[in-house]
């Protein structure tokens, strides 16, 4: 069953099970480097996105 990854209440990607874990399948570009890679649980899907895009945007500052 697909999951929904939502960071700040929009739909960021997708998870998809896969060989016993969740592959990320990202649909907005701010998390496009996260596309393919696999988490154990959503929760630390999300994890990994929030962290992400909070780097990103400190990155940028």
């Known amino acids: 069953m697909k999951q929904v990854v ?34 154990s649980s959503a929760a630390e899907a999300r994890e990994a996105v929030r962290a992400h895009v909070t780097q990103r945007v400190t990155l940028a500052a």
């Open 6 to 39: 939502e960071y700040q209440g929009i739909p960021v990607g997708v998870l998809i099970p896969r060989d016993g874990c969740l592959a990320f399948m990202a649909v907005k570009y701010d998390v496009m480097e996260l596309d393919g890679r696999s988490f």
